[in-house]
């Protein structure tokens, strides 16, 4: 009886582990699902920065972190992307978007060996400043959200 209890919690308890295997949809962000490693999503992530002209500025990563401290989570690396003609135009047009910068792309492991990337649109981590920031923060935005895509694109199509 114990075992059919078990295997009925466990049954109850599948779909909810999905979900927490994957993002979710939300505003302002764009999520795509891979077939590739996380380690290669990394990998190919990086090589798209560098192919767009763009900096890696800041990395971060909690599985690198646990790793450390002998725990085994499923992987997920915050890699900050920016460029400094970026961020002059930026603070020229707000002050205080600057907090903003860099903006960053998030990949993370799935329970299948499969990796998604997402990141907050730049239009979207801007639109708090853009009352102050106007038309010159639109127009950067609207460009970073294309320099965004295009990494993204790259990262993920098939080599």
């Known amino acids: 009886m114990r075992l059919l209890i078990g295997f009925m919690f466990l049954f109850a308890l599948a779909p909810h582990m999905a979900i927490a295997d994957s993002l979710s949809e939300r505003e302002g962000w764009q999520i795509v699902s891979t077939p590739k490693a996380y380690g290669e999503l990394v990998d190919d992530l990086k ?7 763009m900096l890696l500025v800041t990395q971060a990563s909690a599985s690198a972190g646990a790793k450390g401290r002998g725990l085994t989570i499923p992987g997920n690396r915050i890699i900050g992307v920016y460029r400094n003609d970026y961020a002059l135009r930026m603070l020229e047009a707000s002050v205080a978007a600057g907090i903003e910068a860099p903006i960053r792309f998030y990949v993370t ?15 979207f981590v801007f639109s708090p400043y853009m009352d102050e920031g106007g038309e010159a923060l639109a127009g ?16 993920v199509s098939s080599q």
């Open 140 to 155: 950067l935005a609207a460009e970073l959200d294309d320099v965004f895509s295009t990494i993204a694109s790259q990262a």
């Open 109 to 123: 492991e799935n329970s299948d060996g499969t990796a998604t990337l997402s990141w907050k649109t730049p239009s």
């Open 47 to 53: 090589a798209a920065i560098k192919a767009e002209k």
